[in-house]
């Protein structure tokens, strides 16, 4: 799933890479007005009370997506809310 935003000049595309036991890896590129992306990033979120991480490494993305995924299945509170 693709979302793009455009705020004055510069327009921002989030995109879904995996999606997993509430766990969520998005790529966030920042473009300019000509569709150049600007910046890039990746932005990891769960249902765990951990605030949301930004790393820039897509290769480190990953490996934090799969490890905060295990720990997600392995916490009780958080396998009663995704079952």
Known sequence: MVKLWQAAEM???QTLVQAKAGVLL???EHLSAHGK????????STLRPNQPR????ED?????FF???M???ADPVVSKMIN
């Open 67 to 69: 490890i905060e995924v």
């Open 60 to 64: 480190d993305a990953e490996e934090a």
């Open 37 to 44: 992306v600007i910046e890039r990033y990746f932005r990891l």
């Open 71 to 73: 720990a997600s299945l």
């Open 11 to 13: 327009a921002t595309r």
């Open 54 to 57: 930004v790393l820039t490494c």
């Open 26 to 28: 998005e790529e966030i």
